[in-house]
């Protein structure tokens, strides 16, 4: 079955760029049925998506305005994982951030989720 | 953006009871060409991700117990619960997928009585 592991740091100070990894297994990650996503949850914000890449013919990504300046989301072929950069955080980033995988619409497969504290 | 709002913010009720939850999107979340309601629900417990418990509004993920119902159209839309059981104690959370931003309802605490 499809699954998703998330790793990266769990404490990235103020200023300075988050970055996490989804690795994919149990599907491709340019299938052009399937959308990637990154979902954060905090207790002030409750659950917020923060964008998707996905692959029909040519690769699209789509990004939350709230943090439209500051995000890339990077699909990587080769590793059959995705990516998650973004900069310039405050300590209003700090929060438990998800991987999904969206298949014939649903989020079905979440991975196990990273807890994020921006803190110097 | 599409506000979901769900309420209540949270409920207890007895086990073997009924537990009814209502979300409310502030706009239409169907598409005429489908006719399908973009609506997710999802459960998620202490520790753990959301887990999807309906889609298209009423469908079934798999492996979801039959006590777990899903209906509603157009803006409002319920997921009941009719016999509460001790496993069922989460916080549920309805989503839109209609369009992005993929937009959360604010989640229902859902506690035993």
């Known amino acids: 079955q499809v699954q998703l592991q998330q790793s990266g740091p769990g404490l990235v100070k103020p200023s300075q760029t988050l970055s996490l990894t989804c690795d994919i297994s149990?599907?491709?990650?340019?299938?052009?049925?399937?959308?990637w996503h990154w979902i954060r949850q905090s207790p002030s914000r409750g659950l917020e998506w923060l964008g998707r890449?996905?692959?029909?013919?040519?690769?699209?990504?789509d990004y939350a305005v709230s943090v439209k300046s500051r995000i890339t989301i990077n699909p990587d072929t080769y590793k059959n994982q995705f990516s998650l950069q973004l900069n310039s955080v405050t300590p209003e980033d700090t929060a438990m951030y998800y991987c999904?995988?969206?298949?014939?619409?649903?989020?079905?497969?979440w991975g196990q989720g990273t807890m994020v504290t921006v803190s110097s | 953006d599409i506000v979901m709002t769900q309420s209540p913010d949270s409920l207890a009720v007895s086990l073997g009871e009924r537990a009814t939850i209502n979300c409310k999107s502030s706009q239409g979340i169907s598409y005429s060409s489908n006719n399908k309601n973009h609506l997710a629900w999802y459960q998620q417990k202490p520790g753990q991700p959301p887990k999807v418990v309906f889609y298209?509004?009423?469908t079934r993920e798999s492996g979801v117990p039959d006590r777990f119902s899903g209906s509603g159209s157009g803006t409002d839309f319920t997921l009941t619960i009719s016999s509460l059981q001790a496993e069922d104690v989460a916080v549920y959370y309805c989503q839109q997928y209609y369009s992005t931003p993929y937009t959360f309802g604010q989640g229902t605490k859902l506690e035993i009585k």
């Open positions: 999904a995988r969206q298949f014939n619409s649903v989020f079905g497969v």
């Open positions: 149990g599907d491709i990650i340019s299938s052009n049925t399937a959308a």
């Open positions: 890449t996905y692959y029909t013919s040519k690769w699209y990504n």
């Open positions: 298209w509004a009423s």
